[in-house]
Nanobody, 124 residues
């Protein structure tokens, strides 16, 4: 069993930055792929970025490329999402997710464990 706890969300002006963190329990964190998803009101949950077990391989959705960076610290059982140049359309609830396979997929149904989510609001 893996428990995920996100933190770092909040209200920020357009152009600003936030850093989300996701702390994971469990000794097998370092073998799991991790991802960040987001869900805006009335919309589906979309993948934002994912990172493989070692941190050597990452994927970004087109709408965040060049602005967001995903990283992980396996010694701390934590995955991060650095968000720069934020836009109002980045507003939503951001979820951390764990896939028990090493590389992970891009669909939400491929992830077994989820955090409770953290709200990010970007004002114009």
């Amino acid at each position: 069993q893996v428990q995920l706890v996100e933190s770092g969300g909040g209200l920020v002006q357009a152009g600003g930055s936030l850093r989300l963190s996701c702390a994971a329990s469990g000794r097998t964190f370092s073998s799991y792929a991790m991802a960040w998803f987001r869900q805006a009101p009335g919309k589906e949950r979309d993948i934002v970025a994912k990172i493989n077990w070692s941190g050597a391989s990452t994927y970004y959705a087109d709408f965040v490329k060049g602005r967001f960076t995903i990283s992980r610290d396996n010694a701390k059982n934590t995955v991060y999402l650095q968000m720069n140049s934020l836009k109002p359309e980045d507003t939503g609830v951001y979820y951390c997710a764990a896939d028990t396979t090493p590389y992970g997929g891009r669909r939400s149904d491929e992830y077994e464990y989820w955090g409770q989510g953290t709200q990010v609001t970007v004002s114009s």
